[in-house]
């Protein structure tokens, strides 16, 4: 699949000049491009989705990230890339395999190749969904994926450490929270990373003059926290917003017989028992 178009009117003096945002028509990709702008003189924006109409700073290309070809060309003359396409939630492993596996090995095959300098992965609490909510992890806690989702975020990490030991190839792993327009559950209180502190995050993990091979967890300022950025303080992220505005949605109960419920003693809550799943029929 190869829909490509060049509508960019490129503008000297931005700190890049060319950026690729994949998943550019997913959920956090929309809330993205806005900001993009004015980072980079030239936008290329991806997705398996049509992209729809195009910005004047952007370039789009329609591909399925597991088309190794087509991600070679996608990665030519990207000076860094904010990975947050593929499938963002459980689904059966023959899918999960294509895009959130060979597509990501597509693409740091593609970027190490092309000499890309970084790439942003949006990783995962997933990857650590099997914590008990009894516990803070920092980015040193073992791996504990709570699904197979969760399993290729593990991958992608590995990955990513993989390419910046062998080659250089910096990454900030992004293990984001639950980023939505507001909380849609009590669990969601304390995963909860607004739309504008997933930016301020973003700003972070791509302007830091060095990040190596970093993770950090992207949540905002929530009252209660599972997680402990203090090992990712180079990155110098502050979240400005808090769940707290949404805590009325969500009348506290006492507690009940419903914390032997692996969706409630586990931090990845429902994701805990959505897999395996079959495979497509
Ligand atoms: P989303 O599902 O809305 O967007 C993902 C985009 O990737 C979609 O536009 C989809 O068309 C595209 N995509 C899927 N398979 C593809 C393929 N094979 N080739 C090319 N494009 C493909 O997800 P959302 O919420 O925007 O999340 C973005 C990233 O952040 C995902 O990687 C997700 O796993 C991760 N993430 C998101 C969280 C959230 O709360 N929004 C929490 C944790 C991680
Ligand atoms: C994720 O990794 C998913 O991409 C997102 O859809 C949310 O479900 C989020 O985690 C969460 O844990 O709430």
Redesign the pocket.
Known sequence: MSERSMNHDAKAGKPFRRLLL??A?????RQLRGALAAWAEVVRVS???PLGQLAEHEEGIV????DRDAVYRMLEGVDAVIH?????VEAPFDALM??NIR?LYNLYSAAQKHGVKRVLY?S??HAVGFHPVTEVVDIDAPLRPDCLYGVTKCFGEALSRYYYDRFGLETVCMR?????EAPKNPRMLVTYLSYRDFIELVRCALFTNRVGHAIVYGVSDNRVKWVDNTKAAFLGFRPQDSSMDYEHLFPVAAPSQEFNDPTQRFQGGPFVLAGPMEPDA
């Open positions: 994949t998943g028509v997913g959920n956090l990709g997705d398996i989705a591909a399925d990230l597991a947050l396409g593929g499938i963002s294509e895009s597509g949006a995962s609490n984001i929270g639950s980023s939505f």
